[in-house]
């Protein structure tokens, strides 16, 4: 599915849970994988203190390096590709020179932040990407490179149908249980309007034909889906049901989260992969 991916590299534990999870989905799909770091270039700091510079490229390739020769130990050889430059744009950059299909992240950034914060590298290397991108949050001895359970958040546009063509090709080289989730807006609390039965039936005679035309799209890949609905705040519902459902992987299309092109804080997607307890993959 995935044959050329990038993966954005530190020295933190969110980036070598993410080495892990290719590691182990190149060992069962074959592929290749580089290790990617941007060293943050800051003109007039480095203006002063020029040996910086160095000393941060260094810890770069010996971050890389790290594990890279853990990925080697599992029989899986990863070049290392250290550049000067803010890491999403180095991180995106060299996915475009290379075709690659898919970048890997943990959710770290330059400051070492352990969740994702307005301007952090995941939610800038999400809105650059010209590929799927895939943010591991496990644990590293939980990363298995396998996801016997998927949910599809799932609203019947272009992003979405993507994103469930994707998980039905999971469904068919891995086996993985596949679910499509729709959850019914609050029209109530953006516009005021009161929700009666009928209203209420309504917006869930729409969903499920949004749903049964995912259903569909599933049958024309050969993939039995199963279906979800809620009403609800988007992210919250997704994550919740990601808990209940003891999901593996959320796919989600990158489309409709109210800002992501600027990676506003409260977003559906940023909220998602900053909450939820297994990785997310954002479709293109």
């Not at 991108?133 to 979405?160: H, M, Q, R, T, W």
């Not at 994103?163 to 807006?185: H, N, Q």
Request: contains cysteine; charged residues 25%.
């Amino acid at each position: 599915m995935y044959a050329n991916i990038i993966i954005g590299c530190d020295d933190s534990p969110f980036s070598q849970a993410a080495v892990r999870e290719i590691t182990a989905w190149l060992k069962r799909h074959g592929g290749q994988a580089t290790l990617v770091h941007g060293v943050y270039f800051d003109e007039e700091e480095f203006g002063h203190k020029p040996q910086l510079l160095r000393e941060r490229s260094d810890k770069g390739h010996a971050a890389c390096d790290k594990v890279r020769a853990k990925a080697e130990a599992q029989g899986i050889t990863m070049p290392v590709v250290v550049r000067e430059g803010e890491p999403p744009e180095v991180i995106t950059g060299l996915a475009a020179e290379t075709g690659a299909d898919l970048i890997a992240l943990g959710t770290y950034g330059r400051r070492g932040l352990t969740r994702l914060v307005m301007g952090s590298v995941t939610a800038k290397v999400i809105m650059a990407a010209p590929c799927d991108v895939l943010v591991v949050k496990n644990e590293c001895d939980a990363c298995a490179g396998i996801y016997p359970s998927v949910l599809v958040p799932f609203d019947g546009s272009p992003a979405g149908r993507k994103a469930l063509e994707i998980a039905c090709r999971f469904a068919k080289e891995d086996g993985s249980a596949v679910t499509l989730f729709y959850v019914i807006p609050r029209y109530e609390e953006m516009i005021g309007f009161f929700k009666t039965e009928s209203v209420k039936q309504n917006l869930r005679d729409e969903a499920r034909k949004i749903l049964d035309s995912g259903v569909a799209l599933a049958a024309e890949h050969e993939v039995r889906v199963d279906t979800l609905i809620s009403d609800g705040h988007a992210a919250d519902r997704i994550i919740e049901t990601v808990t209940a459902n003891r999901a593996d992987l959320i796919v989600m299309g990158s489309h409709g989260w109210r800002g992501l092109d600027k990676a506003i804080m409260g977003s559906t997607a940023e909220r998602v992969i900053m909450a939820a307890d297994c990785p997310v993959l954002v479709t293109r």
